[in-house]
């Protein structure tokens, strides 16, 4: 009697967790379910977070771009101020040697006075277009 004890002891519960092949299915439906589960919150997860560093990193670029469009703009404004100035300085110099060319023809002793005159003229206004041009840098180096 005790071997048949035994026997159907050791026997039972294999009996008892023997599954049917519909169990079997119906386990792999859910094992599936969960997996497409844990496979939607990680695309999911990745998906936020590549927006989130794609719309920080854009950010970034554009505060790059708006930085070096500011910096760009300001040079090109310097660049065309210190232009100005040497045009208008070359006018300058060019209308007084004409000016002098006559007055030594008609007017012999005015055009020593003339070049002198001329010359201190032309110190003054480099002088003021040097000033000029330190103010636009500062104003262009200020922060907006």
């Given amino acids: 009697m005790a071997s048949l004890t035994l026997a159907s002891t050791l026997l039972m519960p294999n009996v008892s967790?023997?599954?049917?092949a519909g169990q079997d299915m119906h386990t792999a439906g859910h094992d599936t379910k969960d997996a497409a589960d844990d496979t939607g919150h990680a695309v999911k997860t990745g998906t936020k977070k590549t927006y989130h560093k794609t719309k920080h990193v854009t950010k970034k670029a554009a505060h790059k771009t708006e930085s070096g469009t500011v910096k760009a703009a300001d040079k090109t404004?310097?660049?065309t101020t210190v232009a100005a100035d040497k045009t208008?300085?070359?006018?300058?110099?060019a209308y007084d040697k004409s000016k002098?060319?006559?007055q030594k023809v008609f007017d012999p002793s005015a055009h020593k006075k003339?070049?002198?005159?001329?010359?201190?003229r032309?110190?003054?206004m480099r002088?003021?277009?040097d000033v000029h041009q330190d103010t636009q840098k500062l104003k262009d180096e200020s922060p907006k």
């Fill in 77 to 79: 404004k310097e660049g």
């Fill in 88 to 93: 208008k300085e070359t006018s300058v110099k």
């Fill in 114 to 120: 003339s070049v002198v005159t001329d010359k201190a």
């Fill in 127 to 129: 002088a003021k277009d």
């Fill in 122 to 124: 032309e110190s003054n």
């Fill in 100 to 102: 002098e060319g006559v």
């Fill in 17 to 20: 967790f023997a599954q049917t």
